[in-house]
C-alpha cells in the first residue's frame, strides 16, 4: 500500500532554534513531494514540494525540506524557529490523480 | 481572486438527514477534491474529478455522493447522514499538469448527532 508517514505527532522547540519534522514516504515511482501548513480553523496551505534535482528545497517563511531518495525521506526544516510557526504541518505525496497525506505533526515553538 | 470557497462552514445534521457541501474555484483548475480531516488520521480522500462531468472514488467514499456539472464547482452530498460523517471536510483544486499542487478551501464543520 501506497502511504506517508510522519512518525511524530507532536514536536516542540524552543524560540531560535532548529526544527526538523520528520517524514517518510512508501509510494511508487518517482513521486513529488510537499508540505503543506494548517493553521487553527483554516484549510491547508502550500509550503514547498520537490519535484527534481537539488535535494534540498527552499519554501515559503523561511522552511526548507531535504530529499533523501535512498531512505525515501523529505524532512521539513527551519534553521530558527519563530513563535507563528506553531501549527499543523503535513507531508504528502503524489499518486495517480491524488496526494497521499501524512497524519501530521503538530509543531510547538516555545517562547 | 477569492480561490477556493466552501459553503458552509459550519452545519450540524441529525442521523438520516441530507445535505450537499458546495464547493467553488475560480482559478479555472481542471482538478478538484473532496477530503476529510479527522484527529490523528490527516486527510483522506473521498471523491475527485479530472473535469467537468466526471467524477471517480478515493479512499473512503462509501456514504457520500459528488457530482461535477460545471467546472468551476464540486458538490459533495450526504444521502443519510451518520455519525460516523462528523468530521471537517475540505475542498481542494489544481490544474491537470505536472505541479500536482493542490489549493484548499478552508473547511466546513460537520456535525452529526
Known amino acids: 500500500a501506497q502511504s506517508v508517514a510522519q512518525p511524530e505527532d507532536q514536536v516542540n522547540v524552543a524560540e531560535g532554534n532548529p526544527l526538523t519534522v520528520k517524514c517518510t514516504y512508501s509510494v511508487s515511482g518517482n513521486p513529488y513531494l510537499f508540505w503543506y501548513v494548517q493553521y487553527p480553523n483554516r484549510g491547508l496551505q502550500f509550503l514547498l514540494k520537490?519535484?527534481?534535482?537539488?535535494?534540498l528545497v527552499k519554501g515559503s517563511y523561511g522552511f526548507e525540506a531535504e530529499f533523501n531518495k535512498s531512505q525515501t525521506s523529505f524532512h521539513l526544516k527551519k534553521p530558527s524557529a519563530l513563535v507563528s510557526d506553531s501549527a499543523l504541518y503535513f507531508c504528502a505525496a503524489t499518486g495517480a490523480n491524488n496526494l497521499f497525506f501524512g497524519t501530521g505533526t503538530r509543531l510547538t515553538v516555545i517562547p | 481572486n477569492a480561490g477556493v470557497t466552501q459553503t458552509p462552514k459550519f452545519r450540524v445534521l441529525k442521523t438520516g438527514q441530507s445535505m450537499t457541501l458546495l464547493c467553488a474555484q475560480d482559478?479555472?483548475?481542471?482538478?478538484m477534491y473532496w477530503y476529510r480531516q479527522d484527529p490523528g488520521m490527516g486527510l483522506r480522500l473521498i471523491h475527485y474529478s479530472v473535469g467537468e462531468g466526471t467524477t471517480a472514488k478515493g479512499e473512503v467514499p462509501d456514504g457520500y455522493n459528488v457530482s461535477r456539472l460545471k467546472k468551476q464547482n464540486f458538490l459533495l452530498g450526504l444521502e443519510s447522514a451518520a455519525p460516523s460523517q462528523t468530521s471537517v471536510y475540505f475542498c481542494?483544486?489544481?490544474?491537470?499538469?505536472?505541479?500536482?499542487?493542490?489549493?484548499f478551501g478552508p473547511g466546513t464543520r460537520l456535525t452529526v448527532t
Open positions: 481542494a483544486s489544481r490544474f491537470r499538469g505536472s505541479s500536482y499542487e493542490q489549493y
Open positions: 520537490y519535484i527534481t534535482g537539488d535535494n
Open positions: 482559478m479555472n483548475h481542471e482538478y
